[in-house]
């Protein structure tokens, strides 16, 4: 049998006669950007709509990436009706919010109405009150009720990245009702995986998979088949916890409930996806200070991301100047410590930042729990002692032979100390944060960084003033 082509077996419209636009780097290809390019210039609708207005979603959001903001605008006026709005939840924040902010409140309330609902919510929700307001007022009553409720839940939660399109049914119904409802029905979501079955109230109460409805009689009953959903999702719940119960049961759909149990929407494996790399994404650029910055930010916003944290690591980097300056007898006698203490200081700090990102992520992941903790810290301490061993033999062979053997031994026993500290800062501060609710995705680096640099220091000059004032 042939293959389908994979936007088809994905269940999205064949785009058939879209042009290739990648290289073979999976990048767009140059000349295809300069050919839309002259295309805009040139208010050319019709190529616009025969080599844009055919591409997949996500392709277009890789092409409205490549675009300079004026001819994101210009393409988007453009193509009208025929502007996939889905490719906007495929670029950047700030990208998306430059597109939104150049179109009419009216145009955005027309482009919504086209799109699953966790879609419609990913591109308001980012929207000012009064234009959330305006727009949702121009849409159906029944659509808005719903948008509206997704938007009323907390950020980054299950609420806001569920659809409210869904498939439910009662539980006296036969298998065969279920079956012509759903040929029958024109409202029904264009893509499901599960029906649920509720009670009058909505309350949700089980749940049968596609495959069991094919396999089963007509005749039967739907509560004879159903089975309960284990796993369905608060609304409130985090998204980084709702993807959790994805990964550890998986799912490819699971209910959405309120407070009361009653079934309010469904999350589907797209999304979490999509929420997993999100999460993903933010812990990387947390870990190193950057916040939620984007590559599309301007100068001035990237700046502002930066700055708080490097004013923090100022202010450690003094501390660390001020053990230093402790010593400052001992380094004018020896000029070779002023030398040698970066390297000390420098790789207590990168075997830390090891320790530190396995810890990060292990935490996120909530590999590393009360269970297993001991037993990570001690395997993290022996790790750090061995390698400060290794290290410090062949640093202090090279400081030996570089200045004299007294040099050599100090830097390798100072070596071995901060490897050790820096393992164990690595693994502990992390913890130490999550103790407290803190994200130690933010605040690891900076504290990590400072213990290598203040113990790393301590220990070398420390040992080297008592090495030539009592030795």
């Known amino acids: 049998m042939a293959e389908l082509d994979e936007n088809v077996a994905e269940g999205a419209e064949p785009h058939i006669d879209a042009p290739d636009i990648y290289n073979e780097d999976g990048v767009i290809k140059p000349s295809y950007v300069a050919h839309i390019g002259a295309a805009i210039a040139d208010r050319d609708i019709l190529t616009l709509k025969q080599d844009v207005a055919t591409l997949h979603q996500s392709e277009l959001?890789?092409?409205l990436e490549a675009l300079i903001p004026d001819q994101r605008r210009a393409l988007v006026e453009l193509l009208g009706a025929d502007f996939d709005f889905t490719a906007l939840t495929e670029v950047d924040e700030a990208i998306r919010m430059q597109i939104v902010d150049a179109m009419p409140n009216a145009q955005i309330a027309q482009g919504v109405q086209e799109l699953d609902s966790d879609d419609a919510v990913y591109i308001l929700e980012d929207l000012d009150e009064d234009d959330q307001n305006e727009i949702l007022?121009?849409?159906?009553f029944t659509e808005r009720i719903r948008l509206r409720r997704s938007l009323d839940y907390p950020e980054e939660s299950a609420g806001r990245?569920?659809?409210t399109e869904f498939v439910a049914v009662p539980p006296f119904w036969t298998v065969g009702q279920t079956i012509d409802y759903m040929r029958e029905d024109q409202n029904l979501p264009e893509h499901?995986?599960?029906?649920?079955?509720?009670?009058?109230?909505?309350?949700?109460l089980g749940a049968v998979d596609l495959d069991k409805i094919l396999r089963t009689q007509r005749s039967v009953k739907i509560e004879d088949v159903m089975h309960e959903t284990r796993h369905a999702i608060p609304a409130t719940m985090d998204q980084e916890e709702a993807a959790r119960e994805f990964q550890q049961y998986d799912l490819l759909s699971a209910a959405v409930v309120d407070e009361n149990e009653r079934l309010v929407g469904v999350l589907t494996i797209d999304d979490v996806v999509d929420v997993i790399q999100q999460e993903a994404e933010e812990d990387l650029m947390r870990m190193g200070g950057v916040g939620d910055e984007e590559l599309s930010d301007s100068v001035l916003s990237t700046s502002r991301s930066r700055v708080p944290w490097l004013l923090v690591n100022l202010v450690t980097a003094f501390l660390a100047a001020s053990v230093i300056s402790l010593f400052d007898a001992t380094i004018e006698k020896v000029v070779a410590l002023a030398v040698l203490m970066p390297i000390v200081a420098g790789m207590g700090g990168n075997a830390g930042s090891q320790t530190m990102t396995v810890t990060v992520r292990a935490l996120a992941t909530r590999d590393l729990d009360i269970y297993n903790a001991w037993r990570i810290i001690r395997r993290e301490m022996l790790v750090g002692f061995i390698n400060g061993i290794i290290l410090g033999f062949l640093i202090g062979l090279v400081a030996?032979?570089?200045?004299?053997?007294?040099?050599?031994?100090?830097?390798?026993?100072?070596?071995?100390?901060?490897?050790f500290v820096a393992a164990l800062g690595g693994i502990l501060i992390p913890l130490t944060l999550d103790r407290f609710k803190i994200d130690p995705a933010v605040a690891s680096a900076v504290f990590v960084t400072t213990v290598t640099d203040v113990v790393g220091f301590f220990a070398f000059l420390g040992l080297a003033t008592l090495w030539f004032n009592f030795g």
């Open 61 to 63: 959001g890789d092409l």
């Open 137 to 140: 007022a121009q849409l159906p």
């Open 161 to 163: 990245r569920m659809q």
């Open 192 to 204: 499901f995986f599960q029906i649920f079955v509720i009670d009058p109230t909505f309350k949700l």
């Open 400 to 419: 030996g032979a570089w200045f004299s053997p007294s040099i050599g031994v100090i830097i390798g026993i100072a070596m071995v100390i901060n490897m």
